[in-house]
């Protein structure tokens, strides 16, 4: 299957039509991938468009294709979330990793009380800045259409209220070890729009903030009978839902 690229919009964009990639993407497709002249590429603008053409023209840091097929993939119902604790040693950055390639719709960074890392000051942006990059080489990588987006780094406050772009959220899941009902057992609701999965640091989530999440309405599940990483636990949790939708 050709490679896939990422531009900023593909909106309107018709069969027959020139799209040029440049920038640091179209030097990696002429420097690095050696893309050559008449080679098929798919070029996606990380918001569900992919179009398929063959290369007509290459600079030196840049090439052009003629379009030849328009996919458009929509946004899939009900959307997932990963809100996903900061945790030490890379961790987190493995959970986006491995949840976009399973097909996560957005991330949400977590400032849990038992995270030993801490984005402050100036990291709040540097870290989500990473998360974004890591999540579209994923989506590359993966040949997804779309890359999920990265929300803004959130207390669990904010989540008890539905705050940091949540709020549209029907369904709040909280993977907790100690939980009586497993994931594979919980049925999602027929009109949830989305279903958002908390995954705590690497000590786990809290007792208050269970108690607290669980008062503002969040189911409690567990995965099995081991303790998965911080890293792990978030995309196998994926992995599940995206078969109990039908999806896999």
Do not use: C, F
Not at 90 to 97: C, I, L, P
Not at 105 to 110: I, L, Q, R, S, T
Not at 122 to 127: D, M, W
């Amino acid at each position: 299957m050709a490679s896939l690229y990422l531009v900023d919009d593909l909106a309107g964009v018709l069969p027959g039509e020139s799209v040029i990639l440049s920038g640091q993407e179209g030097r990696h497709a002429v420097t690095v991938a050696r893309v050559r002249q008449g080679e098929s590429l798919r070029i996606a603008d990380g918001r569900g468009t992919v179009v398929t053409g063959n290369v007509t023209q290459l600079g030196k840091d840049t090439l052009s294709l003629v379009v030849a097929a328009v996919q458009v993939e929509p946004l899939p119902t009900p959307r997932l979330v990963l809100v996903q604790a900061l945790a030490k040693g890379g961790r987190d950055e493995m959970a986006v990793q491995a949840a976009t390639e399973i097909g996560v719709d957005e991330v949400v960074p977590w400032a849990a009380a038992r995270s030993v890392s801490r984005w402050d000051g100036p990291k709040v942006e540097k870290g989500r800045s990473r998360w974004l990059s890591i999540a579209q080489e994923a989506a590359k990588q993966s040949l997804r259409a779309r890359v999920p987006a990265v929300g803004p780094l959130t207390s669990t406050a904010q989540l008890a209220a539905g705050g940091a772009g949540l709020e549209e959220h029907g369904a709040l899941v909280l993977l907790d070890p100690t939980a009586e009902q497993p994931l594979s057992t919980w049925s999602p609701p027929s009109d949830a729009p989305s279903i958002a999965l908390v995954v705590g640091p690497e000590g786990g989530i809290a007792e208050e903030e269970l108690s607290r999440l669980t008062a503002a309405g969040a189911v409690r599940v567990r995965l099995g009978p081991s303790v998965l990483r911080t890293s792990t636990a978030g995309p196998a949790a994926l992995a599940i839902l995206q078969a109990r939708l039908g999806r896999w």
